[in-house]
């Protein structure tokens, strides 16, 4: 049973290096559905309606919904093209712990990847990667997708092509909120209009436009309730300072290192300037006073780094 297991999870991951070939294609796929979505929502139903100036009340509802999907949309693809484009954070050449994390790190996630430093065989908490023949930083792991190590990895994300890790998993989170919000905005504003589609009066507009609307709805219901699923895992995620990674390999330790409280936790993602929680950014002052949102070093529980194994 657990050889077969391995075969199967050595099949997906060479499955996901296959998708190293769609690159691009996947950022096209995510700026077709928002271009759908700005056609239904724009220049279909509300753009029209507070040009033509039919109602007070309509113009006002309308001005509401352009303004807001705006500001969201702006945000969804600065969040998005941020985690596109920025590295999610690399070991740096000739890294080589502290002597605090010699003698404390004892992190024992994916050991069968992992073994002794030849430079020290003789301490085995100081982790070592095989593939990328090079130390391992803390919370560090390798990426078989994209072929090397990445600190704090969370995960690979096929529709950002590229690994979320500890220098752009912020931006993903607030593109996952930002991709809510939007989503859910569109669906409650087309949904008008997808109800009319049931009933038996005669619907303006051609059949390029009814079906574009009727498709964005679809479209934007869809991802709205997987990318609540997505968010409230990551929220949760996010409390416990824990990854992906991290939550699936350690979910039989009692108690985390890392755990410093939820609203520690926050910070080791966000930052400490609130300015700036809500954008795809951190303040001068956060990233020279914060190791822990460079990758390198991480706060812990002086009381549980003795228990970890």
């Known amino acids: 049973m657990y050889r077969s297991g391995t075969v199967m999870a050595w099949n997906?991951?060479?499955?996901?290096?296959?998708?190293?070939?769609?690159?691009?294609?996947?950022?096209?796929?995510?700026?077709?559905?928002?271009?759908?979505?700005?056609?239904?929502?724009?220049?279909?139903?509300?753009?029209?309606?507070?040009?033509?100036?039919?109602g007070i009340l309509d113009a006002l509802i309308a001005l509401a919904v352009l303004v807001l999907f705006h500001c969201l949309l702006v945000m969804l693809l600065w969040s998005y093209f941020s985690v596109v484009f920025t590295d999610p954070g690399s070991?740096?050449?000739?890294?080589?712990?502290d002597l605090d994390e010699e003698r404390d790190d004892t992190d024992p996630l994916t050991a069968s990847e992992f073994g002794a430093s030849p430079a020290d065989s003789t301490n085995p908490r100081v982790r070592f990667c095989?593939?990328?023949?090079?130390?391992?930083?803390?919370?560090c792991h390798h990426c078989s997708v994209c072929g090397r190590c990445v600190l704090k990895m969370d995960h690979h994300c096929v529709w950002v092509v590229n690994c979320v890790g500890a220098?752009?998993?912020?931006?993903?989170?607030?593109?996952?909120?930002?991709?809510?919000?939007?989503?859910?905005?569109v669906t409650l504003a087309l949904l008008p209009q997808f109800i009319a589609f049931f009933s038996d009066g005669e619907i303006p507009g051609t059949p390029g436009t009814l079906a574009t609307t009727f498709l964005a709805f679809v479209f934007n219901l869809a991802f709205a309730l997987s990318v609540l699923g997505f968010l409230?895992?990551?929220?949760?995620?996010?409390a416990g300072n824990t990854t992906t990674i991290e939550a699936y390999e350690k979910k039989t330790t009692p108690k985390w290192r890392y755990d410093l409280g939820r609203k520690r936790n926050f910070e080791q993602v966000f930052g400490l300037d609130k300015h700036y929680w809500f954008i795809p950014s951190y303040s001068e002052e956060d990233l020279?006073?914060?190791?822990?949102?460079?990758?390198?070093?991480y706060p812990s529980k002086p009381e549980l780094e003795s228990q970890e194994f």
């Open 12 to 54: 997906v991951f060479r499955f996901c290096t296959a998708l190293r070939g769609l690159g691009s294609i996947m950022i096209l796929l995510v700026l077709g559905v928002v271009g759908v979505t700005y056609y239904a929502v724009v220049l279909t139903s509300y753009g029209p309606t507070l040009i033509s100036g039919s």
């Open 167 to 185: 220098l752009n998993y912020k931006y993903f989170l607030l593109f996952l909120f930002y991709t809510f919000l939007e989503t859910t905005l």
């Open 91 to 97: 070991v740096p050449p000739n890294w080589k712990p």
């Open 232 to 238: 409230i895992m990551h929220i949760s995620l996010v």
């Open 288 to 297: 020279r006073r914060m190791p822990a949102l460079h990758g390198l070093e």
């Open 130 to 139: 095989k593939k990328c023949n090079q130390l391992k930083p803390p919370r």
